[in-house]
């Protein structure tokens, strides 16, 4: 990899989203040297992926250089690989060009989409967890639509017009949203041949309400909304497989759809090594004591999603989300100096500072400690919080420009097909 060995010790952190870059930035000019390895060369804000596959936004607006969050820090290196292995009986991890040995190593590499053992849905459904995917999303809504136009066959074009969103949590809710505000509003004058009207929203919940992790009234209150924007929810009902055609339930409903979107669950990233049998707990994470130091290692850590910290207030670890993934990095980034200083570590407290969806223009939910609130100034909290955390004055720039266009406009500009998906559509021809 080409990295110089100093005199000091050498903190290795793998992947550049939400934990790892807040743990770089508290190790700054500090007397180590940090080598940060991502797969990607750059951050991806995920939140609002659900905006770049429904045409909201460009996908450079919520991805920052990882090289440019690192500029001006001594010390540090960043290379792109993709971490396959780590070696801990030798202090090394194996990546795609080459190996390193470290000191001290930081596992944070997220999460990915669980699919839980069924390999049809795997293969003939679409994640959103990455830039590229959303992409493919925004490119095969697109596709369907210019597909039922060469058809005059009603049971076809349902099928292409049909979208089903697999998990009411946050993600599934706002793709949902976003879907029924593209119907409204853009169908009808991009399609003028075409009978939008016939275009269905499903979601599909195995629990008996959306936004489960959130309050009851707040449930209430998007599924209002989004039965108020033509969504339909389907609660208690479990999918069991999908073909590339048929959404199969474990009730007597299923769906002919080309468009299944998996929503329903995350696991932690696996990487080869750390007798991962052995330690996983629920959902392929890995668990860690109070300071995220992994259980049985004394030079490695793991935060964020990937990360268990099963405490007696978090019997299943904290909620795979931004704001854990950021504290922890921050807490983690101080200890790493306080144990290179010989200074007792502190225990990690995870301040919880509510969590929100939005479900189309002007409607949003939040939920804070004291307070909860819904509709159009939950809507304007939610964007405000989501311009601040995003990394970046340019981006924040080019997101709430975007935004405020579209809300003038009632327009979403992205609505481009630039790198098609090319999905097989011979499965709904008669
Ligand atoms: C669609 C969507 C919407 C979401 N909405 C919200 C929301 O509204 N609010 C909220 O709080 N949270 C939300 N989340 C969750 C939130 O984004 C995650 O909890 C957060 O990103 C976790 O941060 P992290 O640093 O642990 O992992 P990530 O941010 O996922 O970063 C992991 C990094 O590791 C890299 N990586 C992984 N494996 C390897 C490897 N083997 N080698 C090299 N690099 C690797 C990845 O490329 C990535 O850059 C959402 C997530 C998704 C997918």
Not at 158 to 163: E, G, K, Y
Not at 255 to 273: D, N, R
């Amino acid at each position: 990899m080409n990295i110089p060995k100093t005199s000091f010790p050498r903190i290795v952190i793998i992947g550049g989203g939400f934990a790892g870059i807040s743990i770089a930035k508290g190790l700054k000019n500090k007397e180590v040297q940090v080598v940060l390895l991502d797969k990607h060369n750059y951050h991806t804000f995920q939140p609002l992926l659900y905006q770049v596959s429904t045409g909201g936004l460009e996908p450079d607006s919520i991805a920052y250089p990882i090289r440019k969050v690192l500029k001006g820090y001594s010390n540090f290196f960043f290379r792109l690989a993709n971490v396959e292995e780590i070696r801990t009986g030798e202090n090394t991890i194996v990546t795609n060009i080459g190996s390193l040995e470290y000191d001290y190593l930081v596992i944070a590499t997220g999460s990915e989409t669980n699919y839980y053992g069924n390999r049809e849905i795997e293969i003939n459904s679409m994640a959103m967890k990455t830039i590229p995917q959303s992409l493919n999303l925004r490119s095969l809504i697109l596709e369907n639509f210019e597909q039922a136009l060469l058809t005059d066959q009603y049971h076809e074009r349902d099928a292409l017009m049909n979208f089903v969103i697999v998990g009411g949590g946050p993600t599934g809710v706002e793709l949902a949203g976003a879907l029924a505000e593209i119907k409204k509003g853009i169908l009808p004058k991009d399609y003028p041949d075409l009978d939008t009207r016939r275009v269905q929203i499903h979601i599909i919940q195995s629990g008996d309400r959306i936004l489960k992790e959130m309050s009851e009234k707040a449930s209430q209150k998007a599924e209002d909304f989004l039965e108020g924007l033509g969504v339909q929810i389907w609660k208690n009902t479990r999918v069991t497989g999908y073909d590339g055609k048929t959404v199969t339930t474990d009730t007597d409903v299923d769906f002919e759809t080309a468009t299944l979107v998996w929503a329903a669950g995350v696991k932690g990233v696996e990487i080869k090594g750390l007798n991962a049998k052995d330690l996983l707990v629920g959902g392929s994470r890995i668990p860690v004591d109070e300071f995220n130091k992994v259980k049985g290692h004394n030079n490695i850590f793991a935060v964020g999603d990937v990360a268990c910290m099963q405490t007696e207030a978090t019997p299943k670890g904290h909620p795979m989300m931004a704001q854990p993934a950021l504290q922890q990095g921050r807490n983690l980034g101080e200890n790493l100096v306080r144990l290179l200083e010989n200074k007792p570590l502190e225990p990690f407290v995870y301040r919880d500072k509510g969590s929100m969806a939005t479900i189309g223009r002007n409607k949003a939910v939040v939920d804070m400690k004291n307070i909860r609130f819904q509709g159009v100034f939950a809507w304007f909290v939610w964007m405000f919080v989501h311009l601040f955390f995003l990394i970046g004055f340019r981006n924040r720039m080019v997101v709430f420009v975007n935004w405020v266009y579209n809300y003038v406009r009632f327009d979403r500009e992205a609505r481009l097909i630039i790198r098609p998906f090319n999905r097989n559509y011979n499965a709904f021809k008669d």
